[in-house]
């Protein structure tokens, strides 16, 4: 019967690995040995994370946090490293596995290479791990990522919302000689100053009212390895005295606790802040911004690099319709236009969402529409897209009428032009 | 199992806290208690970790003994060293010896029993005596 199930179980596309109660890998199936190139024999007796470094692995391991949640876990996102040591974007779920008396005594992995058809379709056009970018100013990044590649200098990200800093914060580690150390990301904005201390340093049982017990925080945990402090700029100015002996000496001392400790990290910072400003505004320390800004790295926004926005859309179209079972294969060149003239306050993760909204939006089965793009996008264009539109073909206008329904309110909005033009072009193609 | 996870991030307090509670349920189990003795190294309660390591050998030395570190992702090589250049702070030299001797046993037989001689000549506890007792064969098998 056990074999007939493993039977079964290879025959599925879906990844599949068990592991038991000290995550010791004892079962995988062909699906996975597909994907992850890796045969059952070299895997099995293996602890999966010495496999498989995955980036939750040190962090949030999805067994780990299914068991505390005490409940199955659907959908997450994650990157696993291949056998040839290449990163595979995967989308997992995790079950635990318990005996009869309902105790744990191991997981359940199954999980799908969401890059399968991305990667071997854009092969055409250039990407730096996972970094789409072909203007010279991304080349220019790219180069230095490999320059700094065999140093453990701090390195500063700056740049707009959206621009990507975190992709180019993974990629400095994904090529640094640290890449197979640990890798601890920290937002700075997103927990309270109070509880942000402790999350770096940590803290001992006692060190305030809710410490039950002792914590080690994120810089022991990344020890040996990298740590990424997203949003710098909003660590409160008494707490970056610490982190710069931190870098200084490498020493600190957990909350509540007078034991010095000493980590060996190599720090990564953003911020998308004017940090000068906060230095002038006392809200940054100056002697900080000279230790993190060693290597300075600035992400343009897509207003400034708009020869990338094609392979951003190309990159986009081919993730959503992996996602949403679409076989779009192109965008419209009115479309394109559109795009290309927009400004883009969002930076690429705008582009991204609104990529997503005509994936999801847009009727034709072939490509990506006006029509199907989000209206935001057309305000303050509308004399740009009126000249744009002044040549449409009679065909293109029929197709847009259908596409809507006939409802030339609609299209008369799309097209930036007034319900009394629309008719008069209708007119004049003999659509009315 | 949540312990194991801990354990195997290197997060000892979180691993010693629930392995602790894995043990009230299962005392025996002599694999909560080898990764107990390191959590509890860690986590500075060393004289505890030795009391805990003390029962172990004598019920089951080659538990400890017997470790792979490579195959079981088992930290004490990394920890042996960083206690030796004094990276992870320890409370006195007694204590330096009494971990070194413990932790090393997981590795390497003979450094374990040259720690707890050092730690000897600190103390006179009685048990060291028996310790280094029991070890010895396994150092004379690896020579």
């Given at each position: 019967?056990?074999?007939?199930?493993?039977?079964?179980?290879?025959?599925?596309a879906?990844?599949?690995?068990?592991?038991?109660?000290?995550?010791?890998?004892?079962?995988?199936?062909?699906?996975?040995e597909?994907i992850?190139?890796?045969?059952?024999?070299?895997?099995?007796?293996?602890?999966c994370k010495q496999?498989?470094?995955?980036?939750?692995?040190?962090?949030?391991?999805?067994?780990a946090?299914?068991?505390?949640?005490?409940?199955?876990?659907?959908?997450?996102?994650?990157?696993?490293r291949?056998?040839?040591?290449?990163?595979?974007?995967?989308?997992l779920?995790?079950?635990?596995?318990?005996?009869?008396?309902?105790?744990?005594?191991?997981?359940?992995i199954?999980?799908?290479?969401?890059?399968?058809?991305?990667?071997?379709?854009?092969?055409?056009?250039?990407?730096?791990y996972?970094?789409?970018?072909?203007?010279?100013?991304?080349?220019?990044?790219?180069?230095?990522?490999?320059?700094?590649?065999?140093t453990?200098?701090?390195?500063?990200?700056?740049?707009?919302t959206?621009?990507?800093?975190?992709?180019?914060?993974n990629?400095?580690?994904?090529?640094?000689?640290?890449?197979?150390?640990?890798?601890?990301?920290?937002?700075?904005?997103?927990?309270?100053p109070?509880?942000?201390?402790?999350?770096?340093?940590?803290?001992?049982?006692?060190?305030?009212?809710?410490?039950?017990?002792?914590?080690i925080?994120?810089?022991?945990?990344?020890?040996?390895?990298t740590i990424?402090?997203?949003?710098?700029?909003?660590?409160?100015?008494?707490?970056?005295?610490?982190?710069?002996?931190?870098?200084?000496?490498?020493?600190f001392?957990?909350?509540?606790?007078?034991?010095?400790?000493?980590v060996?990290?190599?720090i990564?910072?953003?911020?998308?802040?004017d940090?000068?400003?906060?230095?002038?505004?006392?809200?940054?320390?100056?002697?900080?911004y000279?230790?993190?800004?060693?290597?300075p790295?600035e992400?343009?926004?897509?207003?400034?690099?708009?020869?990338?926005?094609?392979?951003?859309?190309n990159?986009?179209?081919k993730?959503?319709?992996?996602?949403?079972?679409?076989?779009?294969?192109?965008?419209?060149?009115?479309?394109l236009?559109?795009?290309?003239?927009?400004?883009?306050?969002?930076?690429?993760?705008?582009?991204?969402?609104?990529?997503?909204?005509?994936?999801?939006?847009t009727?034709?089965?072939?490509?990506?529409?006006?029509?199907?793009?989000?209206?935001?996008?057309?305000?303050?264009?509308?004399?740009c897209?009126?000249?744009q539109?002044?040549?449409?073909?009679?065909?293109?206008?029929?197709?847009?009428?259908?596409?809507?329904?006939?409802?030339?309110?609609?299209?008369?909005?799309?097209?930036?032009?007034?319900?009394?033009?629309?008719?008069?072009?209708?007119?004049?193609?003999?659509?009315? | 199992?949540?312990?194991?996870?801990?354990?195997?991030?290197?997060?000892?307090?979180?691993a010693?806290?629930?392995?602790?509670?894995?043990l009230?349920?299962?005392?025996?189990?002599?694999?909560?208690?080898?990764?107990?003795?390191?959590?509890?190294?860690?986590?500075?309660?060393?004289?505890?970790?030795?009391?805990?390591?003390?029962?172990?050998?004598?019920?089951?030395?080659?538990?400890?003994?017997?470790?792979?570190?490579?195959?079981?992702?088992c930290?004490?090589?990394?920890?042996v060293?960083?206690?030796?250049?004094d990276?992870i702070?320890?409370?006195?030299?007694?204590?330096?010896?009494l971990?070194?001797?413990?932790?090393?046993?997981?590795?390497?037989?003979?450094?374990?029993?040259?720690?707890f001689?050092?730690?000897?000549?600190?103390?006179?506890?009685?048990?060291?005596?028996?310790?280094?007792?029991?070890?010895?064969?396994?150092?004379?098998?690896?020579?």
């Amino acid at each position: 019967m056990l074999k007939r199930n493993e039977e079964i179980l290879d025959f599925l596309a879906e990844g599949i690995f068990t592991v038991d109660k000290n995550f010791i890998v004892n079962y995988f199936n062909k699906a996975a040995e597909r994907i992850t190139g890796f045969t059952p024999d070299e895997v099995k007796g293996r602890k999966c994370k010495q496999i498989f470094q995955s980036d939750l692995c040190m962090d949030k391991c999805p067994i780990a946090e299914a068991l505390s949640m005490g409940k199955n876990l659907f959908d997450l996102k994650s990157k696993i490293r291949k056998k040839d040591g290449t990163l595979v974007n995967v989308k997992l779920n995790v079950g635990i596995l318990r005996d009869e008396n309902q105790n744990p005594i191991g997981g359940v992995i199954t999980f799908r290479d969401l890059c399968y058809l991305v990667n071997n379709e854009c092969e055409n056009f250039d990407h730096f791990y996972g970094i789409v970018g072909n203007s010279r100013v991304m080349t220019n990044i790219f180069n230095l990522i490999q320059e700094i590649a065999y140093t453990d200098t701090s390195v500063l990200i700056t740049g707009e919302t959206g621009t990507g800093k975190e992709m180019i914060a993974n990629a400095i580690q994904a090529t640094s000689r640290r890449k197979n150390e640990k890798y601890i990301k920290v937002n700075c904005a997103v927990l309270p100053p109070s509880l942000l201390a402790s999350e770096l340093f940590g803290h001992s049982k006692g060190a305030f009212t809710d410490a039950i017990k002792d914590r080690i925080g994120r810089f022991e945990l990344a020890d040996g390895g990298t740590i990424f402090l997203d949003e710098i700029a909003e660590m409160p100015i008494q707490m970056q005295a610490q982190l710069l002996r931190v870098i200084q000496e490498g020493t600190f001392e957990r909350l509540g606790e007078s034991i010095t400790r000493k980590v060996d990290v190599r720090i990564i910072a953003a911020t998308n802040v004017d940090i000068k400003e906060a230095i002038n505004a006392g809200r940054f320390r100056e002697d900080l911004y000279y230790r993190l800004n060693v290597i300075p790295i600035e992400v343009p926004p897509l207003r400034e690099r708009k020869e990338d926005i094609p392979f951003l859309i190309n990159h986009f179209l081919k993730k959503y319709n992996l996602i949403y079972k679409k076989e779009i294969k192109k965008i419209e060149k009115d479309a394109l236009e559109v795009l290309m003239a927009y400004q883009w306050p969002g930076n690429i993760r705008e582009l991204e969402n609104v990529i997503e909204y005509a994936v999801i939006r847009t009727k034709s089965e072939e490509s990506l529409t006006l029509c199907s793009l989000p209206e935001f996008i057309f305000e303050g264009m509308t004399t740009c897209i009126k000249k744009q539109n002044q040549n449409i073909s009679p065909a293109r206008l029929l197709q847009l009428l259908e596409e809507n329904r006939w409802n030339k309110s609609k299209v008369a909005r799309l097209l930036g032009i007034n319900r009394t033009t629309l008719w008069r072009w209708m007119k004049e193609s003999n659509l009315i | 199992m949540l312990g194991n996870y801990h354990f195997m991030i290197r997060d000892y307090y979180s691993a010693l806290n629930e392995l602790e509670q894995a043990l009230d349920k299962d005392p025996e189990n002599k694999l909560i208690r080898k990764k107990l003795i390191i959590c509890l190294t860690q986590v500075g309660k060393v004289r505890e970790a030795f009391n805990q390591f003390y029962l172990l050998i004598n019920e089951d030395v080659e538990i400890i003994i017997n470790t792979r570190p490579d195959w079981e992702d088992c930290p004490c090589p990394h920890l042996v060293k960083k206690i030796e250049k004094d990276e992870i702070p320890t409370e006195n030299m007694l204590e330096k010896y009494l971990q070194l001797g413990m932790l090393w046993l997981y590795c390497d037989a003979n450094e374990s029993v040259e720690n707890f001689k050092n730690a000897l000549k600190l103390t006179a506890d009685d048990r060291l005596l028996h310790v280094i007792k029991i070890i010895e064969p396994y150092t004379k098998l690896n020579n």
